[in-house]
T-cell receptor, first 112, second 115 residues
Framework: SQTIHQWPATLVQPVGSPLSLECTVEGTSNPNLYWYRQAAGRGLQLLFYSVGIGQISSEVPQNLSASRPQDRQFILSSKKLLLSDSGFYLC???????????FGPGTRLTVL | KNEVEQSPQNLTAQEGEFITINCSYS?????LHWLQQHPGGGIVSLFMLSSGKKKHGRLIATINIQEKHSSLHITASHPRDSAVYICAVTLQSMYSGGGADGLTFGKGTHLIIQP
């Protein structure tokens, strides 16, 4: 079974500071990886997905970027955080014959 | 554009009651997921359905592809079932806009089971 690790679990950052959230996956190889965000009072929204190393696609224009330097590592970054970047960030993977989705524990980001 | 609508948004019930949460969507899907989110934020996948019905313990999920509708049922509800239940779909490739099987989510149903 897969395990997805995310860190940190919570983060408070000032406006204009950089961001780096890391996600690593165990128990599988060559997964599709996803970053989702849940803003306050809203549903989860797909931000980025990756089908392989170095392959990143963005679903919505935003202040964030993503990278996949290794098969089981997915990083979400920003050079300068905005207040609107606050939210709950979730990393997920999809693998296997049955297209099963696995979720990380999430990172709650507050930008002040 | 696909919309995933859930009802009710909020539900408070007494322990032991039979709970139903509904989900409808507007375009073709390859799978529908029911997820559970606890107050800390972590999400657990409960079911993935493409047809019919699945049961796990006190949880039952059904889907009607023709009607584009799914339901999640909880029998003999318990306070530990209190959580946000989220319906999400994997769009068929013609609708996915290249999203590589990323999920489209409903806004969730906040369920509180009182003892």
């Amino acid at each position: 079974s897969q395990t997805i690790h995310q860190w940190p679990a919570t983060l408070v950052q000032p406006v204009g500071s950089p961001l780096s959230l890391e996600c690593t996956v165990e128990g599988t190889s060559n997964p599709n990886l996803y970053w989702y965000r849940q803003a306050a009072g809203r549903g989860l929204q797909l931000l980025f997905y990756s089908v392989g190393i170095g392959q990143i696609s963005s679903e919505v224009p935003q202040n964030l970027s993503a990278s996949r330097p290794q098969d089981r590592q997915f990083i979400l970054s920003s050079k300068k955080l905005l207040l609107s970047d606050s939210g709950f960030y979730l990393c997920a993977s999809l693998t296997g014959t049955y297209n099963e989705q696995f979720f990380g524990p999430g990172t709650r980001l507050t930008v002040l | 554009k696909n919309e995933v609508e859930q009802s009710p948004q909020n539900l408070t019930a007494q322990e032991g009651e039979f709970i139903t949460i509904n989900c409808s969507y507007s375009v073709g899907i390859s799978a529908l997921h029911w997820l559970q989110q606890h107050p800390g934020g972590g999400i657990v996948s409960l079911f993935m359905l493409s047809s019919g019905k699945k049961k796990h313990g006190r949880l039952i999920a059904t889907i009607n592809i023709q009607e584009k509708h799914s339901s999640l049922h909880i029998t003999a509800s318990h306070p530990r079932d209190s959580a946000v239940y989220i319906c999400a779909v994997t769009l068929q490739s013609m609708y996915s806009g290249g999203g590589a099987d990323g999920l489209t989510f409903g806004k969730g149903t906040h369920l509180i089971i009182q003892p």
